[in-house]
């Protein structure tokens, strides 16, 4: 075993005594927090790029390492925890670690307004160290316990402004929203536990992932391969909550409520790809080695259906639903996060019909053309001075060229611009899985629209903002000095420097997964390929980049012609496309009245039951609370009583007793001689008659 | 000469006329007179005991008598110093002032 | 009955009753004397001569005067009007009679006391000293002691205190 894997849980560890240690500081130690996390990220990067490094140089099964290490034991068994290090965690970690840290320092320049810079920073560390425990952890306990708390800091940075209510109650609508499929993932994490009796992945041999275990824990019975199916489906609806697939894909729009570098590194790069990692992670339960496994009715012609067929249709519906509602938005951040839910859905059905490579490759290049996206646009919300909605924005590329520079980088590689953008060869991958899925040729044509609307919103959105002429409203200025400070400006080099590193990542990511050398999908496989030009034009590689490219070239058209050729005039023009189509325009607007729909269903019923619940509490349990309590008051009340009329009166009674005879004995005792003389006379009349009487007798 | 008996019962008489004194007279030296008296009850009693019993040249009877008169004289001294230093202290012979040992 | 027996016997009880009831101190000291004197006849009716001269030398002759010297010398000075026994004096009586009916019960019921009359004994002082001087000389030196004892305490508690604390 490798040292790098011995010291793996480092990385999470790092930025979470950062957390710590930041947590305790007072609030004006902005420097202190700042630079822990920062100092924090970076180490675990480096650490991360080494973790890689490693794994490089094994191949095959030698390149997944583990390190278990028992938690508690509970009766005989003992409750194992452990991290993995194998290409995919050592892909995940540097992309995580590297976004991340572009987005702290990022984050410097964005919130130095902000009066609450130190608790952004704890917050973020907590983040960054509990989404790399996501990224290594070996066992789904330890996994859900990371994921877990990757929800509650996506809950404490979307409300971090929570003075206002519309942040507070969407940090709630994800939190509740991300809960739904939270049970399911329970479930389903419950339920592997009990077939398989272990929740470590890999355990030479003995991990629930690994053939021997599913074999023995699955025969094909009666049921088929019921439980398994069940289980995947299970851990996928979790995904579905945490990656917000149609239909829990309500919390990530509203989710942007949070500053701009959260939007970035959490609802965009990192937490809502845990979803897809989490599907990549457990592949070995989606789509079973069907040849491993035995039993009475073992299949010999078909294959039995599993878990993919699942997540390639509701990749692609989401992948298209999403994308139809970024058409109609107006807010510059909303647009981005349904771009981010479309996004996810390409990645899913990625998964589903290609395998763990493609939907990888795929997350990997989002992540850095979606961050540099949302930093851009952070970039473009701070030049206007917190202005969001592109109606109002407009020709800001003379005023903020890097910015412009680098969204329109992301922007092409987003809409999969060819040859020279990530997105292209990421997106290819997918649509080429997509194109030999046997199932059905339905997700390859969705996902092709999909494509079309991406490049139209895409167009869209940077038309609006950068080019046309500038509709910033400017307010009246009493002087020069406050005259210049509205003008929209370019922001400060700490905010410029970031997007520009991703921009770098954003085209040059593309070149390690290009068919020719497709260099990222092997080595999640575990073989190193060499270059090779054949494989650009065999088997119909080529034809479906040209057809991709023509799908993207129609759209960034169609865009540019409804968009650029006549840009708007003033905010409060009606959009081109409302001008055609307007009652579909409506419904896209509308975000096909998902939220209204869970407001009149899911909510109403939740709230009627809420009120059975408070009806409950306050009667029944209040009863029996009140119950109780009258109970111990009646039998406070008899003690008193018993002790006032009996001990009491009783004791009262004695001592008055006590009393009396005192004072009759007293009165015996009163000095007087001949008193005490008649007594011992009389005791001796009477010892004398009865002597005689007696001895008489 | 009377019998035994009736000597008996004066003596119980005599003495029971000193307790009734001794018990009812306010004055110290009046109980005291009744105790002599009492005393003098008891020796009328040895006496005739003495006489009409058997063995009297054992003499028995004198001899108590005779030390229950010696007895009688320094016990009436003595109680008559405790009543002159009595009524030195309480400035009365009365018995029912000195009551010091009230309870 | 002999009529001088009879009048002995009233004037023994008449005079201890009248020790025991008179209003004047010294009259009932007096009467005490008369008692002894009447007992010291009686001692000498019953064949005890030395005791009976016993009684008079010392009961009459010197606790009869002791009495009457501590009458004296103890003289209350608002004695007149002041009641002579305790209220109620009927309960001392009482017990008295009570007393009296007791022993008198005790004596009449026993029939040791119905014997005839034996011959009357000769108590020579001879004897009686013969006696003191050897079975009974222990309670003789005790008596001596005793009344020395006596007397030294008498004289103490009687003797004036002088001021400024407690001198032999």
């Known amino acids: 075993m490798g040292t790098m894997v011995n010291i793996l849980g480092l990385i999470p560890g790092l930025p979470l005594l950062a957390a710590g240690v930041s947590a305790l500081a007072p609030r004006r130690c902005r420097r202190l927090s700042a630079g822990l996390a920062i100092g924090a990220m970076a180490l675990a990067f480096l650490l991360s790029l080494a973790a890689f490094a490693e794994t490089l140089q094994r191949h095959g099964e030698q390149a997944r390492q583990v390190f278990n290490f028992p938690w508690f034991q509970f009766g005989d068994a003992w409750l194992q925890l452990g991290w993995v290090l194998d290409p995919l965690a050592a892909v995940m970690l540097v992309m995580v670690t590297f976004v991340g840290l572009v987005i702290f320092i990022y984050s410097v320049g964005y919130m130095a307004q902000d009066a609450n810079f130190t608790r952004f920073f704890t917050f973020l560390s907590l983040f960054a160290g509990a989404m790399l425990g996501v990224v290594i952890a070996n066992s789904l306990l330890l996994l859900f316990i990371c994921w877990e708390l990757v929800g509650l800091t996506s809950y404490l940075l979307i409300g971090f402004w929570f003075h206002k209510p519309s942040a507070a109650a969407a940090a709630k609508k994800a939190f509740v929203t991300t809960r739904v499929g939270d049970i399911a993932l329970l479930l389903g994490m419950v339920w592997l536990y009990a077939k398989t009796g272990t929740l470590l992945f890999y355990d030479h041999g003995q991990g629930c992932l690994e053939a021997p275990v599913l074999a023995k824990a699955f025969p094909i019975d009666e049921f088929g391969d019921l439980p398994l ?27 942007m409520e949070g500053p701009t570098p959260v939007s970035a590194l959490i609802h965009a790069a990192t937490m809502v790809a845990a979803g897809v990692f989490l599907v990549a992670r457990v592949f070995a339960l989606m789509k079973p080695n069907w040849a491993a496994f035995v039993g009475p009715h073992a299949w010999v012609s078909l294959p039995p259906p599993d878990a993919t067929l699942v997540i390639t249709w509701v990749g692609a519906i989401t992948a298209v639903f999403a994308a139809l509602i970024a058409v109609a938005q107006t807010d510059i951040k909303r647009i981005l996060a349904y771009s981010t839910v479309s996004q996810l859905g390409y990645m899913m059905l990625g998964l589903g019909v290609g395998g763990v490579a493609v939907g990888m490759f795929h997350l990997i290049t989002h992540a850095f053309f979606k961050a540099l996206l949302f930093l851009g646009a952070g970039s473009v919300i701070h030049g206007v001075h917190e202005e969001q909605d592109i109606r109002r924005m407009g020709g800001l590329r003379r005023f903020m060229p890097v910015t412009f520079a680098t969204y329109a980088i992301g922007m092409l590689a987003l809409a999969g611009f060819p040859l020279l953008f990530s997105g292209f060869w990421s997106k290819d991958e997918i649509l080429h899985a997509a194109h030999s899925w046997p199932v059905s040729r339905w997700p390859f044509y969705l996902g092709l629209f999909g494509a079309l609307l991406t490049a139209f919103y895409m167009t869209r959105q940077v038309c609006c903002v950068f080019f046309g002429n500038q509709r910033a409203p400017v307010a009246e200025a009493e002087t020069v000095q ?43 496989e575990g073989e190193s390929p060499a270059l090779d030009w054949g494989r650009l034009v065999a088997g119909g590689t080529l034809g479906l980049m040209v057809v991709s490219s023509l799908v993207v070239f129609t759209g960034l058209g169609l865009g540019w012609w409804l968009y650029g050729r006549r840009p708007r005039r003033s905010a409060t023009d009606a959009d081109a496309l409302e001008r055609l189509m307007p009652e579909v325009f409506g419904v896209l607007r509308g975000k096909f009245f998902v939220d209204e729909l869970y407001e009149a269903t899911v909510i109403r019923w939740h709230a009627a039951w809420a009120q059975c619940c408070d009806l409950l509490d306050r009667w029944v349990w209040g009863g029996l609370v009140l119950g109780a309590q009258f109970g111990t008051l009646g039998l406070s009340w008899l003690s008193k009583l018993c002790d006032d009329w009996v001990v009491n009166l009783g004791f009262d009674r004695s001592c008055d007793g006590i009393q009396r005879s005192a004072r009759f004995t007293c009165a015996l005792q009163d000095g007087q001689v001949h008193n005490y003389l008649r007594a011992l006379a009389l005791a001796f009349a009477v010892l004398v008659l009865l002597l005689t009487w007696a001895c008489a007798g | 000469m009377m019998s035994l008996q009736s000597y008996l019962i004066l003596a119980a008489l005599l003495f029971s006329i000193g307790l009734a004194g001794a018990l009812t007279r306010r004055n110290a030296v009046l109980v005291l007179v009744g105790i002599e008296l009492m005393l003098n009850a008891a020796n009328l009693n040895f006496i005739a005991f003495w006489r009409f019993g058997p063995h009297p040249e054992a003499l028995t009877g004198i001899l108590f008598a005779l030390f229950s008169i010696g007895i009688a004289a320094a016990e009436a001294a003595v109680g008559l110093s405790l009543i002159i230093a009595i009524q030195r202290h309480y400035q009365t012979t009365s018995l029912d002032r000195v009551d010091s040992l009230k309870g | 009955m002999h009529t001088g027996s009879l009048l002995l016997l009233v004037l023994t009880l008449g005079s201890a009753v009248a020790a025991m009831s008179l209003r004047n101190l010294v009259h009932c000291a007096l009467c005490a004397a008369i008692t002894f004197l009447c007992l010291a006849a009686y001692f000498l009716a019953l064949s005890a001569e030395f005791v009976g001269f016993a009684q008079i030398l010392v009961y009459v002759g010197a606790v009869a005067i002791l009495i009457v010297i501590a009458i004296l010398v103890t003289r209350d000075i608002a004695e007149r009007g002041e009641p002579l026994v305790f209220k109620p004096w009927i309960l001392g009586v009482g017990v008295a009679v009570l007393v009296a009916g007791s022993l008198v019960s005790a004596v009449t019921s026993s029939a040791l006391a119905r014997d ?13 000293g013969e006696k003191l001087m050897t079975h009974y000389v222990v309670p003789l030196e005790v008596i001596g002691l005793l009344l020395t004892v006596a007397l030294l305490g008498a004289v103490l508690l009687a003797r004036p205190q002088k001021e400024g604390g407690n001198r032999p």
Request: proline share 13%; aromatic share 8%.
């Open chain 1, 482 to 524: 406050a005259d210049k400070a509205q003008a929209p400006h370019e922001s400060p080099k700490v905010m410029t420097v970031p997007l520009l590193l991703l921009a770098a990542g954003a085209i040059l990511l593309g070149f390690v997964g290009t068919p020719a050398w497709p260099w990222f999908q092997s080595f999640l």
């Open chain 1, 229 to 255: 199916l069940g289980i995947a489906l299970l851990i996928f609806v979790g995904a579905m909550g945490k990656s917000g697939q149609v239909p829990l894909h309500v919390w990530l729009p509203d989710a």
């Open chain 3, 116 to 128: 005839p009359l034996p011959p009357a004994p000769t108590a020579t002082v001879e004897a009686i």
